[in-house]
């Protein structure tokens, strides 16, 4: 395992708290939470994800359903079977398994294939208040990569532990959309 600057954790505690007693079980905890975070990264498998995905529909029903200001138009797009289709085709693209991405392309892939997940779930679920209302949005392994059953959650701590970092190009939708103004 390769450590990068992201990794490197260093924690100061200030001599003035109340007592020993308190920097002990604060030490403690902290100690507990790096055990986690770097016990659980080595013990999980990194998400794998198929080279080659063709983005063309998707971008085309960004373009069609997302407006400027990144809110989405979820009535009218859940009302277009054929657009619904279109999403659940290029998501289905994920779920092959065969040559695996490296590098860039696999963190832009994360990031497509989190957010064209977190769309369907809405669009599947629509109308809802919040995509945090939906029972275990995040949780379950219903979405396909690569082969394997991963969650929303799995996909975006893969990404957020991977050695590159690669930003949200769209922050997870909600249920946020157009109509909602």
């Given at each position: 395992?390769r ?21 002990s079980?604060?030490?403690t ?5 790096a ?6 990264r080595?013990?999980?498998?990194a998400?794998?994800?198929?080279s ?6 998707y971008?085309r ?18 009302g277009?079977?054929?657009d619904v289709?279109?999403?659940?085709d290029y ?15 696999r963190?832009?892939l ?13 669009l599947?679920n629509?109308?809802t208040?919040?995509i ?9 392994r219903?979405h ?8 929303l959650?799995?996909i975006?701590?893969?990404?957020h532990t991977?050695?590159?970092?690669v930003p949200?190009l ?6 946020q ?5």
């Amino acid at each position: 395992m390769r450590l990068t600057d992201y990794d490197t954790c260093i924690v100061f505690l200030p001599s003035n708290l109340a007592s020993k007693t308190i920097r002990s079980a604060l030490k403690t905890k902290i100690y507990i939470c790096a055990v986690l975070v770097f016990g659980l990264r080595s013990f999980c498998s990194a998400v794998e994800v198929p080279s080659g995905i063709k983005h063309d529909a998707y971008d085309r029903l960004l373009k069609k359903y997302v407006n400027a200001e990144g809110l989405v138009a979820y009535e009218k797009w859940k009302g277009s079977t054929e657009d619904v289709k279109a999403l659940d085709d290029y998501l289905a693209q994920f779920a092959r398994s065969g040559t695996v991405a490296r590098e860039n392309e696999r963190y832009a892939l994360l990031i497509n294939a989190y957010n064209g997940l977190v769309l369907q779930w809405i669009l599947q679920n629509y109308p809802t208040e919040s995509i945090w209302a939906l029972k275990s949005s995040f949780k379950a392994r219903r979405h396909n990569l690569g082969g394997a059953n991963v969650s929303l959650n799995e996909i975006e701590n893969d990404r957020h532990t991977s050695s590159a970092r690669v930003p949200h190009l769209v922050e997870p939708p909600g249920s946020q959309s157009v109509s909602d103004r």
